[in-house]
């Protein structure tokens, strides 16, 4: 009230939402008339940031739509009967004479009008509507206003404030950090997206690899977003097929159980895109029934099935993890990869398990380098205030090594906190993103290397070298029960 001149009404009835922090300044609605409403932006003072810093940092779990100020029962705010006793019991224990809202809201503009701020800028401030019908709408850059904002909150120190100040600098204002800013966005893949693009297009059929959060289904969904709309086949076998440039996908997920998989698209196809071709085959037959029957049917008879109503390539197949896969979803892989376009997404195969790739085009997918890495990190938490922008970049790009999934994860979790000093970005971390190094080789060619010194005895005859070179060569033979009990077993 006394650094923005809001009224008690508009000033217990803020949210959080109302604020934009990173540009420090309040969206005020104004609630003097009724039936109108109006809307102003009144610049945040520094001592006003710096209490709301104070102020926000003791708060958990905040939503936009909760208030600044609670009041005692749920959901609801302060009530003007709080304030006004609040300020009564104030002007007692500090001796103000007349202390109550409106006296703060009328000090700001009495102190504004004292410093020179146009009587404008004043009026747009405080929301006033009974000027003149120019001043109304006349418009104030904000810019203006922080100005007059800054010279009536920051005047000038006493001599021994200054003096204090000169050999106890005080202290800064955390950065307040509420965003609710949400967005989705990829970077770093347009050549893999590339090149999927044309496998597809020349209909070559595509194994993506990588470790986890490099953006395998990232990947197959920015493809399946560009080409068309498809249903989930095994979840929902009923919603038709939505073709663009004669492109049609089908999408399942379940590899384990391939026979059911295989039914839920064929149930769909017969519901959707070959729906005459059931009704000419299957003229009374009833589809309930039909599907009773289809489960009994072999993998193989389902897969002739289908490959029989469907032309060569008519479909695009996208399997998104096939890091589970069974000996039956090879045969059929390997049944159905001449007839679909497959592309599939999985972190390994066994070598056991890789018969159907042989026709594959194997696209490998690595963490993103530095520059993309904090590319990424930028675009995601632009909209975040800390107090140091380098440090919260590295950090994230230290403990994530680059991975998109991990830095996500980091960024949402910053997202979270209100106030991100340099102590609180240091103590956020990320948990198995960054890799491991195995010195396990290092150390046996180390122990191989001393234990030949056993041997290099009889040419120097020194007696040391042969006992040091036993020693290493009993710590080599043993060796593999030392790296079994040193591997960590536990997060």
């Known amino acids: 009230m006394l650094d923005c001149g809001l009224r008690v009404s508009e000033t217990v009835s803020l949210r959080y939402e109302n604020f934009n922090f990173k540009n420090k300044c309040l969206t005020v609605k104004s609630l003097k008339k009724r039936g109108k409403t109006n809307y102003r932006i009144v610049p945040l003072s520094d001592r006003l940031y710096a209490a709301l810093a104070d102020f926000v940092a003791a708060r958990k779990n905040i939503k936009p739509s909760d208030f600044l100020f609670n009041g005692q029962k749920e959901e609801a705010h302060l009530t003007r009967f709080a304030v006004n006793k609040y300020l009564s019991r104030t002007a007692q224990r500090e001796n103000i004479s007349n202390l109550h809202p409106h006296a703060l809201r009328h000090s700001f503009a009495t102190q504004h009008i004292a410093s020179g701020t146009p009587l404008e800028n004043i009026k747009t401030m405080l929301g006033h509507g009974s000027y003149n019908t120019t001043l109304i709408y006349a418009h104030i850059p904000q810019e ?12 000038k120190p006493s001599f021994f404030r200054r003096l204090i100040s000169t050999f106890i600098p005080p202290k800064a204002a955390p950065r307040i950090n509420i965003s609710f800013h949400a967005g989705n966005l990829s970077i770093g893949r347009n050549n893999e997206l590339d090149a999927l693009f044309k496998n597809v297009t020349a209909g070559v059929n595509t194994l993506v690899l990588g470790s986890i959060g490099s953006g395998k289904s990232h990947l197959l969904r920015q493809l399946q977003s560009n080409i068309t709309t498809v249903p989930n086949v095994p979840s929902v076998p009923a919603v038709p097929t939505i073709s663009t440039q004669q492109t049609k996908i089908l999408k399942f997920d379940d590899v384990a159980n391939i026979k059911q998989s295989l039914a839920n698209l064929l149930l769909f196809l017969y519901n959707n895109d070959k729906q005459k071709v059931f009704d000419v085959v299957y003229p009374d037959f009833d589809k309930s029934k039909f599907a009773e029957r289809i489960t009994r049917d072999s993998v193989r008879s389902l897969c002739n099935q289908i490959i029989r109503i469907t032309a060569k390539r008519e479909y695009i197949l996208l399997i998104d993890s096939l890091d589970n896969i069974t000996a039956k979803a090879v045969q059929t892989l390997e049944y159905l990869k001449d007839h679909f376009v497959i592309v599939a997404a999985a972190r390994e195969i066994k070598m056991d398990k890789s018969s159907f790739l042989w026709n594959f085009d194997m696209m490998k997918l690595k963490n993103l380098p530095r520059p993309q890495a904090l590319d990424l990190i930028h675009r995601l938490s632009y909209n975040l205030q800390v107090d140091d922008f380098d440090l919260f970049k590295n950090h994230i790009y230290e403990q994530t090594d680059g991975n998109p999934r991990a830095i996500y994860e980091m960024c949402d979790r910053y ?64 060796s593999r029960y030392f790296v079994k009990a040193a591997k960590r077993k536990f997060v």
């Open 144 to 155: 203006i206003l922080r100005k007059n904002i800054e010279a009536v909150s920051n005047a």
């Open 415 to 478: 997202q979270k906190e209100p106030v991100l000093s340099v102590a609180r970005i240091r103590a956020v971390r990320h948990v198995g993103a960054v890799p491991e190094l195995d010195c396990t080789v290092i150390v046996l060619i180390f122990l191989a290397c001393i234990a030949c010194l056993r041997y290099l005895n009889h040419e120097v005859e020194n007696g040391s070298f042969r006992f040091i070179g036993g020693v290493a060569l009993v710590l080599l033979i043993i």
